[in-house]
């Protein structure tokens, strides 16, 4: 199982740090990604991470405000936003599967999903 926390209400511009935590079954030999849905959309990608290397990828529409990171020790993901845009605004998903480098952006590729958490980013 995944969990995810961290969400929150910020102002724009403002920064949160999103958590993933799993077993380090759920991690080992995988790619965890975060993923988000806005209101009324559909839920795309936004960053990933590879387990073991950390090879990372972002969404254009983060890079250089999001960074990916994992913690081995604690079996976590995190997500750090920077510079958060009131576009930013969604719930956040961390998912985690076994994801070949050209399909890390696709919702099929990831087999196991956290419950989601709210980010709300206000103007």
């Known amino acids: 199982q995944l969990q995810a926390s961290g969400g929150g209400l910020v102002q724009a511009g403002g920064s949160l740090r999103l958590s993933c935590a799993a077993s380090e079954r759920a991690f080992s030999g995988r790619t965890v990604g975060w993923f988000r849905q806005p209101p009324g959309k559909e839920r795309y990608f936004v960053a990933s991470?590879?387990?073991?290397?950390?090879?990372?990828y972002y969404a254009d529409s983060v890079k250089g405000r999001f960074t990916i990171s994992k913690d081995s020790a604690k079996n976590t993901v995190y997500l750090q936003m920077n510079s958060l845009k009131p576009e930013d605004t969604a719930v956040y998903y961390c998912?985690?599967?076994?994801?070949?480098?050209?399909?890390?952006?696709?919702?099929?590729?990831?087999?196991?999903w956290g419950q989601g958490t709210l980010v709300t980013v206000s103007s």
């Open positions: 991470i590879r387990w073991s290397g950390g090879t990372t």
């Open positions: 998912a985690s599967g076994f994801v070949i480098a050209s399909t890390v952006k696709r919702r099929e590729s990831y087999i196991s």
